[in-house]
T-cell receptor, first 112, second 113 residues
Framework: KNEVEQSPQNLTAQEGEFITINCSYS?????LHWLQQHPGGGIVSLFM???GKKKHGRLIATINIQEKHSSLHITASHPRDSAVYIC??????????????FGKGTKLSVKP | NAGVTQTPKFRVLKTGQSMTLLCAQD?????MYWYRQDPGMGLRLIHY???????AKGEVPDGYNVSRLKKQNFLLGLESAAPSQTSVYFC????????????FGDGTRLSIL
């Protein structure tokens, strides 16, 4: 079964710290997504990557296709970054319909 | 522009009761999805639709039925609710072309007693 593994499961940081969340997957993919789930439950898409690196504000996402690994970085973390961050991949195989496979999420808590 | 709207937001059912969850999107998306989210697990796909009048099974379809009579609406039905179906349900939609992001609703918290 194709799986998506995230680490760490839980992360507590002090305001201002640099944060890294990791995601690994097992076979070739067409795209990798990073999503954010707010404490209230809503889910928003942060990034979609197929190669390289993307940046949006204090968030940076990178992907290494050869190593089947992606990282989400948050610079100068703030309490409002507290959320669950979810990695999801779209695998390259017939019959998958391009559906996403989701990791279990990383719960981030940033303390003031 | 409302995006993806799920109704209801909360519901409590008794075992054996039936209900329908409604998902509506106003972005003219072709693809629509129903997921369930359980503690300690990633989002799991229940059913999905690639267009009006078409539906397909996902990873965990048992106990659920779906319909997509109109492009903008995707309904998830529980014919005979079971406690194992207690979960948070999310609907999502996206465009058909390329690697497009999915847009999620705010979720429906469903408890089966």
């Amino acid at each position: 079964k194709n799986e998506v593994e995230q680490s760490p499961q839980n992360l507590t940081a002090q305001e201002g710290e640099f944060i890294t969340i990791n995601c690994s997957y097992s076979v070739g993919i067409s795209a990798l997504h990073w999503l954010q789930q707010h404490p209230g439950g809503g889910i928003v898409s942060l990034f979609m990557l197929s190669s390289g690196k993307k940046k949006h504000g204090r968030l940076i996402a990178t992907i290494n296709i050869q190593e089947k690994h992606s990282s989400l970085h948050i610079t100068a973390s703030h309490p409002r970054d507290s959320a669950v961050y979810i990695c999801a991949v779209r695998y390259n195989y017939g019959g998958s319909q391009g559906n996403l496979i989701f990791g279990k999420g990383t719960k981030l808590s940033v303390k003031p | 522009n409302a995006g993806v709207t799920q109704t209801p937001k909360f519901r409590v059912l008794k075992t054996g009761q039936s209900m329908t969850l409604l998902c509506a999107q106003d972005m003219n998306h072709e693809y629509m999805y129903w997921y369930r989210q359980d503690p300690g697990m990633g989002l799991r796909l229940i059913h999905y639709s690639v267009g009006e009048g078409t539906t397909a099974k996902g990873e965990v379809p048992d106990g659920y039925n779906v319909s997509r009579l109109k492009k903008q609406n995707f309904l998830l039905g529980l014919e005979s609710a079971a406690p194992s179906q207690t979960s948070v349900y999310f609907c999502a939609s996206r465009f058909i072309t390329g690697n497009q992001p999915q847009h999620f609703g705010d979720g429906t918290r469903l408890s089966i007693l």
